[in-house]
């Protein structure tokens, strides 16, 4: 299990989505879903734990090394294996996101130096150095920026070789009068599908329709990997049953970790799963998008 989150304060944990999808999202019976594969319904949701922590490290995870293979299928073998080697918790690139969003909106100029705010969000988490913090990042900021949805890095040339800098922006919003609802829909095969990222808009939810699962809109948009979307729920889902304590009934406790369970499990891919996006704004994205579904 990876260390903590590190940076100032705690980690911000949406428990008004997870209060949502308690009471209403959490299937009538968690553990005898026809859709499910018999490898989920054999095992027992007693032996659930709600840990204190869902993220792992990479290695834990099992993202594979070699992954070149299957991110070529994807749509791109170096992209799909950045983001693989990526060892960041979704709290960690949700405060990124989130530190980057700030930093944008009381900036008077329309591109930032990559070196400058890297170094400045890192120290935000906590990390020692640039170093650690690009161990982490699996290289550059910059970089790592440019895996993001909705990010845009360009190099400015130097008076001198070598002497160039990389600068990013935030891409705006598309003009309202253009947005379209749409629906992405991904069939999860592999443990590779996970590492897509999906930039999930303010308004759009997502729905595992084999658990009857769905995550709320929170208002405010999320970058992240598929994986880290799923286990940002099951924290969330944890923290909220947690700190109900004894004030939560028995019956609604044992099918909130009965969904844990069974989304944690949904995680090893033990067979192919469907990741549904519903955005009424259109504006949220999928990468690499090869295998995405999208209806209008």
């Not at 990741?275 to 209008?296: C, L, N, Q, W, Y």
Request: aromatic share 6%; charged share 25%.
């Amino acid at each position: 299990v990876r260390r903590p989150a590190r940076g100032r304060g705690s980690v911000g944990v949406h428990l008004g989505a997870a209060t949502e999808m308690a009471a209403r999202d959490v299937p009538a019976d968690a553990t005898n879903i026809g859709a499910l594969p018999a490898e989920l319904q054999s095992m027992d949701p007693a032996l659930s734990v709600v840990p204190p922590q869902t993220d792992l490290s990479r290695e834990a995870r099992g993202a594979p090394g070699g992954a070149q293979g299957t991110a070529g299928a994807l749509g791109g073998d170096s992209y799909l294996a950045k983001l693989m080697q990526l060892d960041i918790s979704h709290q960690e690139m949700d405060r990124i996101v989130e530190e980057l969003e700030k930093v944008y909106e009381i900036t008077p100029v329309e591109w930032l130096a990559c070196e400058g705010v890297g170094q400045m969000v890192g120290r935000d988490l906590g990390y020692e150095d640039d170093d650690e913090f690009e161990e982490a990042l699996k290289g550059s900021f910059a970089d790592f920026l440019r895996l993001l949805p909705g990010f845009e890095v360009r190099a400015t040339p130097g008076s001198k070789p070598g002497e160039g800098k990389n600068e990013f922006k935030i891409l705006p919003p598309p003009p309202a009068n253009t947005l379209v609802p749409k629906k992405m829909v991904l069939n999860v095969k592999s443990s590779q599908d996970l590492w897509r990222v999906c930039m999930k808009a303010a308004d759009a939810t997502i729905e595992i329709p084999e658990l009857e699962f769905q995550i709320g809109s929170d208002q405010r948009r999320k970058i992240d990997s598929i994986y880290n979307h799923i286990g940002a729920a099951i924290f969330n889902l944890g923290s909220h049953v947690r700190e109900a304590g004894s004030s939560m009934n028995e019956d609604t406790k044992n099918k909130i970790v009965d969904t844990i369970h069974l989304l944690n499990l949904l995680l090893d891919v033990p067979r192919p799963w469907t990741f549904i996006v519903h955005d009424p704004s259109g504006m949220s994205e999928i990468k690499p998008d090869a295998g995405v579904t999208m209806k209008r």
